[in-house]
């Protein structure tokens, strides 16, 4: 027997109470990224460093600007299809600290 299901949910359609919950993300040149949270904080993310530093690890997929311009949000967090993401509440901190967050 299959298991029918409705409509799919809209992920953004869910409701949260953490101010680090990212609702918003744009990609702009170098690496980097704009992004928003539930709170209404904004700020950049750079990733420049960190994507083609020898030390990036699964990170260095993105250093690919086509890989790396595909970022969306997922579940209140940035992610891409090739499977990295970032933590929310860190960027969420450094972002309400210093405006942005220079990963490196």
């Known amino acids: 027997m299959l298991h029918e299901t409705g409509a799919e949910e809209d992920p953004t359609a869910r409701v949260t109470n953490v101010p680090y919950a990212v609702t918003h993300v744009s990609v702009r040149p170098g690496h980097r990224l704009h992004v928003r949270f539930i709170d209404g904080l904004e700020g950049e993310v750079d990733m420049s ?3 083609t530093s020898p030390d990036a690890g699964v990170f ?3 250093s690919d600007l086509g890989a790396f311009s595909r970022a969306y949000v997922e579940n209140y967090y940035v992610a891409w299809p090739t499977g ?3 933590a ?3 960027m ?6 210093n405006g942005r967050w220079i990963l490196r």
């Open 49 to 51: 460093a960190m994507v």
């Open 60 to 62: 260095a997929e993105l």
């Open 92 to 97: 969420h901190d450094e972002i309400a600290r």
């Open 84 to 86: 990295q993401d970032l």
């Open 88 to 90: 929310p509440d860190a």
